[in-house]
């Protein structure tokens, strides 16, 4: 009885399996091309079900749309600790909330990409292609095929961009105003609504000190430091670099003016002779004469480091590892202001901003190496010790100090910040902007529908639906500043109708108004990339006519499957071969 019962497998389904139809039959006996347990969704019911997913991706991010819009609290298990999230940035949340659909996996992979790109447009692409596949649905249940829909959305696309282009202004982006405009509608982030006027203070300085050649870079890699306590008016942007490090030694200078920096990689340790690395050591003195000998000539050694450092005109060294005591005291007493303990990429920074030379060597150091600032000094931000090099000649890379009350207002600014300046970055790349509010996609709608008439055949139908979808941008804006859109939409569609190009929805006012006479401005680089994010999305998920659902192994079955693989022959045949065993 026990040989039957180990010899036993059940064929039925166990209680976590599936088992599929079977694809084809042979002599009347069901095949099964792929194995058991595989799910598979087809066609229409899996378009829909893809298009259902896309509108709860655009309901879940249409609330933290616009300067009015709602944060989402989001708490992660990191390693053993649980962290909090509190942003309404579409790049944070996509990043930070475990979406298990693939499709949702997918839209949030294409809202962070664009946002990386060009600072912004992640939560507009999303919930542009979230209405869009809505209204696309509608059509494939009343019959329409979605390779016709694919065509149209690929017109519409085209023909959109070509109205962007069209409506497009171009701005001077030296004049403060239109830039401090701009930065506050770039601003998303609730915690920086009081500030665009900081803000675009911070970017003009940038212009106004580096090199044109390389100034995109620069606004694209501005390294963001952040210090608890204050408030967010307290940020200081520094025309260089900013670190926290104790002092070396109390006597060293904290402040040093039109300072000459040296920067050296690894240590600054007296050598040993004939040696390559540094080992325990001891001496053994025959006589009291030996010992002053040998400290004459350790301090003649000393004394020809701190020469060699001395006679490149150096009055500020920069050292990657740690520094000798004794070494440090004579530094101090030649008065050269000595900083220690840096991390690789903090070394390369501060050489970047004051454009020194990383010198392997204390003997090969020359003047040449050498590099500048105004100042380097020594402050004290909430009681710990901030060291500031700044009035570096046109540096590649600047800091901004950001002050906050937390941690969490802290990330969230930080974040915020840096779409800003990627966004300004892409101005610099393409100076034409267009109107907020709403009011681009308003015009867009409008021209579609007019466009749609022209157009022979079911794609009237698809490039229709599609204008409708662009009314979902003033929608959510008009429901975030607490109003309903079906009592400002109309307004809006009439003005448009009688050639009010660029009225738009503004949220402070909570009234439709010309937005570039209020100066709600956007660059034009951002919208195209986000309605071309929004369409390629939705070019893919219609082309989906297949899902496969593999089995996921239970942890049970998959550490005996894991054992028994590493244990095969072929397993343990290769281990002896990589050991070189018999």
């Not at 002092?247 to 040296?262: N, Q, Y």
């Not at 000998?293 to 920069?318: P, Q, Y």
């Not at 990657?320 to 030649?334: F, M, N, P, T, V």
Request: proline residues 5%; contains cysteine; glycine residues 8%.
């Amino acid at each position: 009885m026990r040989k039957v019962l180990e010899g036993w497998r059940p064929e039925f389904p166990l209680g976590h399996e599936r088992v599929p139809r079977p694809d084809i039959y042979v002599d009347g006996e069901p095949v099964y091309i792929l194995g058991k347990g595989v799910v598979r969704e087809r066609e229409r019911s899996l378009q829909l079900l893809n298009i259902e997913v896309a509108e709860y991706m655009s309901e879940f991010l249409k609330t933290t749309f616009g300067p009015q819009g709602l944060d989402k609290i989001i708490i992660v298990q990191e390693g053993k600790s649980r962290i909090t999230y509190v942003s309404n940035d579409a790049e944070m949340i996509f990043r930070k909330t475990p979406f298990q659909h693939p499709v949702a996996q997918f839209l949030a992979g294409a809202a962070v990409a664009a946002q990386k790109e060009v600072g912004g447009g992640g939560a507009t692409s999303i919930i542009l292609a979230g209405e869009i596949l809505r209204n696309c649905g509608m059509l494939i249940k009343n019959g329409v095929h979605p390779s016709v829909i694919q065509d149209g959305c690929i017109e519409a696309m085209n023909k959109t961009i070509e109205i962007i282009n069209q409506t497009a202004i171009p701005v001077n982006i030296a004049d403060h105003k239109i830039m401090s405009q701009i930065v506050k509608t770039s601003i998303t982030s609730g915690c920086l609504l009081e500030f665009g006027g900081l803000i675009a203070d911070m970017i003009l300085k940038i212009i106004g000190a580096v090199n044109k050649a390389h100034l995109e870079d620069v606004l694209l890699n501005v390294k963001v430091k952040k210090v608890e306590g204050g408030w967010i008016g307290d940020s200081k942007l520094v025309m260089g670099c900013a670190f926290y490090r104790e002092p070396t030694h109390p006597d060293m200078p904290e402040r040093v003016t039109k300072a000459k920096i040296a920067i050296l990689k690894g240590g600054l340790k007296i050598p040993e002779r004939g040696r390559t690395r540094y080992l325990n050591h001891g001496i053994t003195l025959e006589a009291l004469h030996n010992f002053k000998e040998f400290r004459v000539e350790k301090m003649k050694l000393l004394m020809d480091t701190i020469e060699k450092i001395s006679s490149t005109g150096a009055n500020v060294l920069f050292v990657e590892k740690g520094i000798d005591q004794e070494i440090i005291d004579y530094l101090a007493r030649s008065g050269i202001l000595t900083i220690r303990r840096f991390p690789p990429p903090e070394l390369e920074e501060v050489a970047e901003a004051t454009g020194a030379n990383i010198v392997s060597d204390v003997n090969i150091l020359d003047a040449s190496d050498l590099g500048g600032a105004e100042l380097v000094e020594l402050r004290r931000i909430a009681g710990e010790p901030w060291w500031f090099v700044e009035g570096c000649r046109n540096p590649k890379v600047v800091n901004l100090l950001l002050r906050g009350a937390n941690a969490q207002l802290l990330l969230e600014a930080e974040t915020a910040i840096k779409n800003i300046f990627k966004t300004i970055s892409m101005l610099w790349r393409d100076r034409r902007v267009v109107a907020g509010g709403g009011a681009l996609e308003m015009e867009i709608a409008r021209r579609l529908r007019e466009y749609s008439r022209q157009t022979p055949g079911k794609k009237q139908l698809v490039i229709n639906a599609i204008a409708d979808a662009f009314h979902s941008i003033p929608s959510a804006l008009i429901q975030n500043a607490g109003l309903k859109p079906v009592d400002v939409l109309p307004d809006l569609r009439s003005k448009h109708a009688q050639g009010g190009v660029n009225i738009g929805f503004d949220v402070f006012k909570r009234e439709s108004c010309d937005m570039v006479s209020s100066q709600v401005l956007e660059p034009v680089q951002v919208k195209i990339q986000a309605v071309k994010t929004a369409f390629e999305a939705v070019y893919t998920i219609l082309r989906i006519d297949d899902l496969i659902l593999c089995r996921c192994l239970p942890k049970p079955e998959a550490d005996y499957k894991r054992r028994m693989e590493g244990t095969s022959p072929k397993r343990v045949k290769k281990i002896k071969r990589d050991f070189g065993i018999d």
